[in-house]
């Protein structure tokens, strides 16, 4: 009977133990992580899997940043920031952010600015050399785009948050904040002219800094231009074409993403929801073919330069401009 007694007891224990691991370590035993890895497909030079979206990515040196929506046991995910050794070809996962999607990375000013995305409020200022959080930013709500140039760091979120006894009731406005790298604190607050502020799935945007002006783009297809030195929006476009006749370097940069999008599409043999430069190659991040792919499931793969031709953009996130 003894024996029985301490069975059950240990098997009481494991279950009360695996019932208390918080949601947020969950990612822990639902993520795969394989080292870069060289592929059998043509113009392909290596790939890694993250279980999780990768919302965005960044590059300084010998490393790939990126921060990933890593699922949980809740209904939705954790952002965490990890760093891709591409010189030992090693993942290390670093730490958890608030938030649960759309998160945003940006170089600049000789660190790494990444912002919180959806359900975050913070902007944070991260050292290259360590992967450490140096300064931290407050941002209403929902920080979802940064961009860096002008001598600032531009950052997209809710303008306003409308709480009673700290429980969110409403978001108000969209703006674009410019933060003052030399003391970390916002110095501008630019609000949008948005009727309607969209909502999660569709809130994601970003932000380009392109021939003299900064650009806010939605996924909807909405395009603002704002004079960085006056800081007004000088146009708002209702959608991608109205915008793209209106400035050539602004056609140039999205003919350039879709025509990178279709040719990385072309060489994986599935679709292709982004693409960035850096390293000295192609990076092409992809959930995987239409019949088989799995949406928890990002693939990074590092294609030969000669494979999908030149440039340095990246398309508007969560789109896939390839069809």
């Known amino acids: 009977m003894a024996y029985v007694r301490i069975a059950v007891a240990l098997l ?17 035993y639902r993520r795969a992580v394989l080292d870069m890895r060289s592929s059998s497909l043509p113009g392909v030079i290596g790939s890694l899997a993250v279980v999780g979206n990768v919302d965005s990515y960044a590059f300084t040196k010998d490393n790939l940043w990126i921060v990933f929506a890593a699922p949980t046991r809740r209904g939705l995910p954790v952002n965490r920031f990890a760093k891709i050794d591409l010189q030992y070809n090693r993942f290390v996962d670093l730490y958890a952010v608030d938030g649960f999607a759309d998160a945003a990375l940006a170089t600049g000013f000789d660190s790494i600015w990444l912002g919180e995305g959806l359900g975050g409020q913070k902007l944070h200022r991260i050292d290259p ?8 930013i407050e941002i209403p709500r929902n920080p979802v785009a940064v961009a860096t140039g002008f001598g600032g760091v531009w950052v997209l979120a809710a303008e306003r948050v409308e709480k009673f006894i700290n ?7 969209l703006a674009l904040f410019k933060i003052d790298p030399k003391n970390n604190a916002i110095v501008k607050v630019i609000r949008l002219p948005i009727e309607k502020i969209p909502y999660w799935p569709d809130l994601g945007g970003r932000i380009e800094i392109v021939d003299g002006y900064v650009w806010v783009s939605f996924k909807d297809g909405a395009i603002f231009r704002i004079d960085p030195e006056t800081n007004k929006v000088l146009n708002s476009f209702a959608n991608r074409e109205d915008a793209i006749s209106g400035k050539a370097a602004y056609r140039s940069i999205l003919s350039e993403q879709k025509k990178m999008l279709k040719q990385a599409t072309a060489t994986l043999g599935s679709p292709v929801y982004a693409v960035a430069s850096g390293m000295g190659t192609f990076w092409a991040f992809t959930h995987g073919s239409k019949e088989s792919g799995n949406p928890r499931i990002t693939w990074i793969m590092r294609l030969d330069p000669t494979a999908i031709g030149t440039g340095n953009s990246v398309p ?7 069809k």
């Not at 429980?167 to 406005?173: C, E, F, P, V």
């Not at 508007?316 to 390839?322: H, I, K, N, R, V």
């Open 12 to 28: 009481l224990t494991t279950f009360a133990v695996s019932g208390c691991v918080p949601p947020e370590l969950d990612w822990r």
């Open 316 to 322: 508007l996130p969560g789109q896939d401009m390839s």
């Open 129 to 136: 050399s360590t992967g450490a959080i140096v300064a931290s």
């Open 167 to 173: 429980i969110t009731m409403s978001i108000k406005h």
